[in-house]
């Protein structure tokens, strides 16, 4: 039987018209050597516009990034590519980096688009119990140790529960452990002594809280991009950088959309992330404080949002790259979360229509919310709207409760209960509460006591929230500046 | 390191003594290997034609060898390898450096000294 074409006409390298093609991109034919540029050319068109700090008609002008890079790396295959050709095409210095130790990471190099380099590494080995996953970052560390212009930094997916973690990047946290019970959708925040501080059992305490595989998932994303931008603004990173492809963002999109994100889906593509911490400081003093370095904002570009999956393998491949591989014990076949049943949809879509792909991702990059955003959301910090209670009681189908009593350890003439469902994206709250058939969490409120992550906690002390809590703020401004004292330059 | 092991080599065990044979090299990477014995790299050598249904016989094609690596080298989780009668979705093949959706892609006829590479591209950003 006649099997329809993958390409258009030719088996003739469209770019050379001379050599026979060696890949099919979404219909079009490449040789081997007309698709080194045409990928590169990709990454740089993505990526270049967004270097300078401020947008340039010209173009043509130097690129010099505000601060340093960071970049993201999973193990998995685009990130694996995505270093490659960031290492190819800002810091190519082969000749200069044999001779001498100095060659590498503190390299002199003027012209330099970004000063200083590293790339971070988030272990989740130890989300689930000992022995499940294996930590990989040796593994990693072996990659990236090729890359003499990079420094390598291991994150653990631990430390968004660890207070030491926090307060070595300039964050407070309060000597009181904030807990949120997830049993009901006020989340209501419960004070309590610090009870354990081990971070590991916080952060399993955390995911076994929440409601379905899904929002295990995506909550585990969220942390680790949080640790990515708290550290990329630690190391006044203007840029931090992520392997997302074409495929992947497009999996990334729809699967944000189907849980509730449909508000960030910009975000999903490219988004520009100021810290709680610089918003809290520049509240908290009238002498507008800036951050040390000058470094407010984090850009985060995916470089390779154009670039499929199939062309990031031939990459790897043509380029002899070892993929050490990303994480999956978590969820081993991808049947059991919206993440895997999207992912399994859109691969088998790229192949039997590959242009599809990138139109899901076009289609997404014209959506605009329709409201401002109100403010951020201290779990994933991405802009939030406000309200999300209103609207949900207004088109969900539910008995109503009468308002929860306090929890058993809060004395009766403490302030009344304070919700930290106001201060949430619809996504975020989405995924603390969203009750499945399948749920993953045990009924009895003890279970749903769940631990928040550390930015979250600084926020609820921070924000306005400390208002609400009626008697008191829990830290006042003068603290505050003196925790933070490292990160402010006065004028 | 999956680099510094030899090639496995396996040969169809249905081969007669006088029948043509095309010996060939299958590449494993992106992961794949890991349902492969983690073993990369393997020489295998297949007949040059192969039944194809009601007594007839076909000569030796991709699909066949897909469904041959399944039979006999795969050591784990076939759903991971193969959809049906091709691969997965996500699974990049190449002929001798060339996509195989420019070779007919399980259509084409192996020829003796190919060497056909799947590669997961499964292992996400
Ligand atoms: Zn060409
Ligand atoms: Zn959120």
Redesign the pocket.
């Known amino acids: 039987m006649p099997r329809k074409s993958k390409f258009d006409k030719s088996k003739t390298c469209i770019k050379c018209k001379t050599a026979r093609g060696n890949i099919v991109i979404r219909h079009a034919v490449y040789c081997k050597t007309c698709f080194t540029p045409l990928v590169v050319t990709k990454y740089k068109r993505c990526l270049d516009p967004h270097i300078n700090a401020a947008p340039d008609g010209q173009r043509r002008s130097t690129l010099k990034a505000s601060g340093n890079l960071l970049i993201g790396l999973s193990g998995g295959l685009g990130s694996t590519v995505l270093l490659d050709i960031t290492s190819r095409c800002y810091f190519s210095t082969k000749s200069s980096t044999e001779d001498g130790r100095k060659g590498g990471k503190a390299h002199p190099k003027n012209d330099r688009v970004w000063k200083q380099a590293s790339v971070c590494f988030v272990d989740t080995s130890r989300a689930f119990s000992e022995g499940v996953t294996k930590d990989r970052s040796e593994d990693i560390r072996a990659m990236v140790e090729q890359h003499k212009e990079f420094e390598f930094i291991v994150l653990r997916l631990e430390d968004a529960f660890d207070i030491s973690w926090w307060k070595q990047l300039g964050g407070y946290v309060p000597s009181s452990d904030i807990r949120a019970n997830l049993a009901n959708e006020d989340l209501v925040i419960t004070e309590a002594h610090l009870q354990s501080s081990d971070p590991v059992a916080s952060l399993r305490s955390y995911l076994s809280s929440l409601p379905t595989a899904t929002a295990v998932r995506s909550s585990i994303n969220?942390l680790a991009r949080l640790l990515l931008l708290h550290t990329a603004r630690s190391m006044q990173c203007s840029h931090l950088l992520l392997g997302t492809s074409l495929t992947s963002l497009s999996i990334s999109l729809i699967n944000s959309i189907a849980q509730g994100g449909g508000f960030?889906v910009l975000e999903e593509s490219f988004e520009e992330w100021t810290p709680q911490i610089a918003r809290s400081a520049q509240d908290a003093s009238s002498d507008s404080p800036h951050l040390a370095g000058g470094v407010c904002t984090v850009r985060v570009v995916r470089p390779l949002r154009d670039i499929g999956m199939k062309e990031c393998a031939a990459w790897a491949w043509w380029n002899g790259l070892q993929v050490v591989g990303k994480d999956r014990t978590f969820d081993p076949d991808g049947k059991q979360t919206i993440g895997g049943l999207t992912k399994d949809f859109i691969v088998g879509l790229e192949r039997d229509y590959p242009s599809t792909v990138s139109t899901i991702a076009r289609t997404c990059a014209k959506l605009a919310p329709k409201n401002e955003p109100d403010g951020q959301?201290?779990?994933?910090?991405?802009p939030?709207q406000r309200g999300i209670q209103d609207w949900k009681s207004r088109i969900s189908i539910r008995s109503l409760e009468p308002p929860s009593p306090h929890p058993p350890h809060v004395a009766s003439d403490d302030p009344p209960p304070i919700s930290l469902t106001p201060h949430?994206?619809y996504?975020?709250?989405t995924t603390l509460i969203s009750r499945s058939s399948r749920s993953t969490v045990q009924n009895g409120a003890e279970a749903s006591l769940a631990p928040l992550p550390v930015w979250t906690r600084s926020a609820l002390v921070e924000s306005d929230a400390a208002d609400v809590m009626g008697t008191k703020r829990l830290v006042d401004h003068e603290d505050m500046r003196n925790a933070i004292g490292e990160f402010l330059l006065h004028d | 390191m999956p680099d510094s092991q030899p090639d496995s080599s396996h040969s169809d065990s249905n081969l007669s003594q006088n029948e043509p044979k095309i010996p060939l090299r299958v590449e494993f990477s992106g992961g794949l290997e890991l349902l492969f014995s983690n073993q990369r790299s393997h020489r295998i050598t297949l007949p040059s034609t192969v039944p194809h249904g009601d007594g007839t016989t076909k000569p030796t094609d991709i699909t066949y060898l897909i469904d041959w690596l399944r039979r006999n080298l795969l050591k784990e989780r076939a759903e991971l390898f193969t959809d049906g009668a091709t691969v997965r979705p996500g699974i990049l093949v190449l002929v001798n450096d060339s996509d195989w959706e420019l070779e007919g892609e399980g259509d084409y006829q192996l020829r003796p000294g190919d060497e056909i590479v799947f590669i997961s591209t499964l292992h996400g950003g």
């Open positions: 969220t960030n959301c201290i779990v994933c910090e991405r939030a949430l994206c996504a975020c709250h």
